[in-house]
């Protein structure tokens, strides 16, 4: 009997969960599917998000009996905020559906349209989709500015401009690790390190934590550090030094499952510094780092990076270390791969959306003005000591 080819690819919305043996076939069809796609994440993340009156939501492509698309959400509101330098002028709430992973797990771009129609069709009602991480070299990006439908229903923002995501693909060993780096970065992590540990007497220490039973205790020293963190003052509460019960539940969970991997830096007996990571399927993501602006004349947070790539060769070695969005000059030194991506927000095409995102890019353009004349002045200053002190 010959057998009929679906020739219309079948779209579905799932409103929670997918059962196991439907996520065993999308993974074995992607494998560079990352923690954030897994039922493991996915079931942590649910229990974080429902205080806050968000849900999961899960679209798959199903074609001639495979699996070919699959995309988790989160539905609900999200906070926008408008801020020039340390101001925040105003937070803005939005509802929206934020896409959970590094990449999107499609066979083909074009499948993406027909998971954005169905939620039109089952009518989710949302005024943002929002990708956290999208390659610019990826047929996706091309796919979401030239396709019909897309650029019709929604007009396309991506508020922070470019930026590379830093990752270490990990070598042989430590030393050959440290051999990759240049001479001069070399040799100032080196420094960093010493003068840290002479700062402080020799009393510094790096502990992991990964397991449930230490959860309170690796919670508390990060909110110690958070408190007297930069991000604390321009960016707000993070997801790791939420206080609340879910958030609580949601670490645990994670170590339970032997996915928590963070570390504290102590100095003198208190932490300063904290990395918050979890590790999966040969990947370790750095999600969240701080340090006590109290001591960042030391480099406290370098400080902890170098003890924690030295840790990844110590214990559990992965494959890669993913620093995640952005491009600060550590991340440059430190890694030794990259790739170009942005955060990229789809808008519906109304007149609220608009006007929004119109005061939120020149909210961006402002702050962009300015820290290039800080910086300029900074180069400035710079260069005055070197002439003083010569």
Known sequence: MMQVSQSVPLVSIHP??????????????FPNYDLEHTPHFISSERTRIRPEGKKILVGTVHLDGNYVGYLPLVYGMSDIHFSIGERRLLTLRVRSLTVLGKDILLESPTYLTPIIQQLSESKTDYDM??????????????HIHCDTYLT??????????????HFIELPGTWDDYLAQLKPKVR????????KMKNTYAQSIVV?????????????????AVAAASWQRKRVGVRTIDNSDKATYECVTGFARKKLLRGYILYAKGYPVAYAFGLQYNGLYHIREIAYDQHCQTTAPGVVLCYYILKD?????????????????????????NSRVEKTTWLLKRKVSNHLWSTFHRATMMVQHAAGNVFSQLNIKEQALGSLRRK
């Open 152 to 165: 019709k229903q929604f007009f396309i923002y991506t508020p922070f401009g470019p930026a590379r995501n």
């Open 16 to 29: 929670d969960l997918l059962e196991e043996s439907v996520w065993e076939a999308i993974a074995k069809r």
């Open 187 to 194: 040799h100032e992590l080196r420094r960093k390190v010493r």
């Open 129 to 142: 989709i929002l990708i956290k991480r999208l390659a610019t070299e990826s047929a996706l990006w091309k």
């Open 207 to 223: 502990r992991r934590f990964t397991d449930e039973s230490n959860c309170n205790e690796y919670l508390s020293s990060v909110r």
């Open 312 to 336: 990844l060769y110590e214990y559990q070695k992965p494959t890669v270390c993913d620093f995640g969005y952005g491009d600060a000059r550590y991340k440059q030194e430190l890694c030794n």
